[in-house]
C-alpha cells in the first residue's frame, strides 16, 4: 500500500501569528499534528458546522481550522485554543 500525496499547506497570516502566540512546546505539537496529518491523512478531523466554514484539526487543547481549496492544497486559517475556538 502507498501512502497518500503529501498535500501543500498555505498558512493565513492570522494563523502564523496565533502559532507565534503560544508557547514553543505547543507550537511544536501542534505542527506535528498538522504534518502528521498532511502525510498520512490521519488525525482528527471534522467538518465546522455554520456559521464557520471549512474543517478542523484536533492537536490537543488545540484546534487548528483549515480549508480545502484543491485536492492537493490547503489553507490553515486559524490555530485556537479549545475554550476560544468556536466563539
Known amino acids: ?3 497518500p500525496e503529501r498535500i501543500a499547506v498555505v498558512w493565513s497570516t492570522e494563523a502564523r501569528a496565533d502559532l507565534r502566540a503560544v508557547d ?3 507550537a511544536m505539537q ?3 499534528c498538522v504534518d502528521r496529518y498532511l502525510a498520512s491523512r490521519t488525525g482528527d ?3 465546522v458546522k455554520a456559521p464557520l466554514t471549512g474543517f478542523r484539526l484536533r492537536c490537543g487543547d488545540y484546534r487548528v481550522f483549515f480549508d480545502l481549496k484543491d485536492a492537493n492544497t490547503i489553507q490553515i486559517t486559524t490555530v485556537r485554543h479549545r475554550r476560544e475556538a468556536y466563539r
Open 24 to 26: 514553543r512546546e505547543t
Open 45 to 47: 478531523v471534522k467538518k
Open 30 to 32: 501542534v505542527l506535528h
Open 1 to 3: 500500500m502507498t501512502p
